[in-house]
């Protein structure tokens, strides 16, 4: 069965600070990544999404980056954090197949709080 | 611009009865629409979708209802149950393309004892 882990669960950092927060899919192969934002009464904004290694589109102009070094590994990036990186964020994954039409599965979340 | 729109940010049902909870969408691209359920702190967990090809499923509980003509959806659930208390997201997809997957702003369920 395929699982998705994301890590750290939280993480307070300060302001100016990089950040890396990584996501790994287990048990499949060639899936499509996405990074998603909830911030505080917010709904779930999309960041970042990838149809395989390497290849990377951005939705919203920001303050992070992502990069796929590897098919099932996906990396949220800043150099410098703000106050407005604070959020609740996701990765999910989507089974690459010839079915029209299928669910994305997400992880548990890091909730980042920049001081 | 949002394209997928939940306006009800939060509903209060009695135990028992039915939970209707509604999503509009701008994009006739869309062709493709689930609903997750989301408790605090935790990732969306998926619950049941619909294509466009359909205006109706059914997975026990929940079944979702599509009206293509007005870029509506909606979920309902019944009987709604205490454990159904969470945050609701609609979200919409393309199934050729990017694959994107477009969230509302979420609805607050409380089920009532």
């Known amino acids: 069965s395929q699982t998705i882990h994301q890590w750290p669960a939280t993480l307070v950092q300060p302001v100016g600070s990089p950040l890396s927060l990584e996501c790994t899919v287990e048990g499949t192969s060639n899936p499509n990544l996405y990074w998603y934002r909830q911030a505080a009464g917010r709904g779930l904004q999309l960041l970042f999404y990838?149809?395989?290694?390497?290849?990377i589109s951005s939705e919203v102009p920001q303050n992070l980056s992502a990069s796929r070094p590897q098919d099932r590994q996906f990396i949220l990036s800043s150099k410098k954090l703000l106050l407005s990186d604070s959020g609740f964020y996701l990765c999910?994954?989507?089974?690459?197949?010839?079915?029209?039409?299928?669910?994305?599965?997400f992880g548990q979340g890091t909730r980042l709080t920049v001081v | 611009d949002q394209q997928v729109k939940q306006n009800s940010p939060s509903l209060s049902v009695q135990e028992g009865r039915i939970s209707i909870l509604n999503c509009d969408y701008t994009n006739s691209m869309f062709d493709y629409f689930l609903w997750y359920k989301k408790y605090p702190a935790e990732g969306p967990t998926f619950l049941i979708s619909?294509?466009?090809?359909?205006d109706k499923n059914e997975d026990g509980r929940f079944t979702v209802f599509l009206n293509k003509s007005a870029k509506h959806l909606s979920l309902h659930i019944v009987p709604s149950q205490p454990g159904d208390s969470a945050v609701y997201f609609c979200?919409?997809?393309?199934?050729?393309?990017?694959?994107?997957?477009?969230f509302g702003t979420g609805t607050r369920l409380k089920v009532l004892a």
């Open positions: 999910a994954w989507r089974q690459r197949t010839g079915i029209l039409g299928t669910e994305a599965f």
């Open positions: 990838s149809v395989g290694i390497g290849q």
């Open positions: 979200a919409a997809s393309y199934t050729s393309g990017t694959y994107k997957y477009i």
């Open positions: 619909i294509s466009s090809i359909k």
